[in-house]
């Protein structure tokens, strides 16, 4: 698996995370053992980055649905390859009667830590990400709180998700961020420079924000970049520039959308979420894939 370095960490991970999300969120969730054996093969086939949320869970009874799974996943490997995982979470969301609403309050963002420590099995959290900036809060407090929580040694990095740029802007002067997570898909390209004449989408405003990770030596990690849960399956019928290239190179039309990522830029690791063994061991090919240019040249269309 190649690997990639995380923003200015100097931490290699491999090009292609998992995300694990599909194993806690859905309905039709899979069992605890299938869940468990989809990690370990993610790792078996390179993958050394996961990306989870203290939120990934049916609701707020079962909160860190998704770290124990990881967590439990991680401690039956021996500790040679464990240690070679890196775990990503987040905090700021809570999920009463299934929403998922805000909490970045510096009170709930502690006790989130502490219980996604717990839930992890770690002492210290590689990767801690506010998950989406609470409206109700100053980001000063809730960014206040993350870097205290680093201080006391229980997140290693800090990280942000749904942030557009004078977000990050406002966050890279309080905080010492190294990643940057928004939704990157052939649906939802907000975070390339809007071409023009295309009027930029509500908030989140995510415009831009690939080009200031590069600038600003970010991890740029793509949420959603088969574009979500039940509709990466309809890829290939719904995107006519991925299908041809997909068809002409008899490889599946997810790989093509992964590679297609992979070649917006070195910062970018996108985290594909899978609940099946088959769908990591057909993703992880695209690391391999290198779109040529003329290839690049028809995905640059955007998906209607
Ligand atoms: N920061 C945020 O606000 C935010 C929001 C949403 C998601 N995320 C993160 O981003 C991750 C990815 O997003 P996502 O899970 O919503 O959607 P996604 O990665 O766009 O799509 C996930 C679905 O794609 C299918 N899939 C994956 N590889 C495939 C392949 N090669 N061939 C066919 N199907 C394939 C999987 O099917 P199977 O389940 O059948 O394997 C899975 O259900 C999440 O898991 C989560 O970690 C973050």
């Known amino acids: 698996m190649q690997t990639r370095v995380l923003g200015k960490t100097g931490v290699m991970v491999s090009a292609l995370g998992l995300g694990a999300m599909p194993l806690s969120v859905p309905d039709n969730r899979p069992a605890e ?15 050394t980055f996961i990306d989870t949320a ?39 969301l809570i999920r009463p009667q299934r929403r998922w609403d805000r909490d970045g309050s510096p009170g709930h963002l502690r006790a989130a830590c502490d219980a996604s420590l717990q839930a992890l099995g770690v002492d210290r959290i590689d990767l801690y990400q506010y998950h989406r900036i609470d409206p109700a809060v100053p980001l000063k407090e809730s960014l206040g709180c993350l870097k205290e929580l680093q201080q006391q040694g229980k997140i ?47 908030e989140p405003d995510t415009i831009g924000t690939l080009e200031y990770s590069h600038k600003h030596q970010l991890a740029f990690l793509p949420w959603s970049p088969l574009n979500g849960i039940g509709q990466a399956k309809s890829l290939g019928t719904t995107d006519a520039a991925v299908a041809g290239v997909a068809a002409a190179r008899g490889v599946s039309p997810q790989q093509i959308v992964l590679a297609w990522l992979l070649a917006q830029g070195p ?21 391999d894939l290198n779109l040529t240019a003329a290839e690049l040249q028809a995905l640059r269309a955007w998906q209607k």
Not at 164 to 193: F, K, T, W
């Open 156 to 202: 290693r990095f800090l990280g942000v998700s749904n942030f557009g740029i004078n977000d990050l802007d406002a966050a890279c002067s309080m905080v010492d961020i190294v990643s940057v997570q928004n939704e990157y898909s052939r649906r939802h390209r907000l975070p390339e420079l809007v071409p023009p004449g295309r009027a930029p989408r509500p």
């Open 33 to 47: 053992e299938q869940a468990i054996a989809v990690i370990h093969h993610a790792i078996a086939c390179g993958i």
């Open 54 to 92: 203290d939120a990934y869970c049916l609701d707020d009874t079962e909160t860190g649905h998704n770290e124990r799974l990881i967590g439990k996943a991680l401690r039956q490997l021996p500790a040679s390859r464990r240690e070679k995982v890196f775990v990503a979470t987040k905090g700021g």
């Open 267 to 287: 910062q970018v690791i996108p985290i594909p979420g899978a609940s099946r063994q088959s769908s990591i061991s057909d993703s992880v090919k695209a690391v």
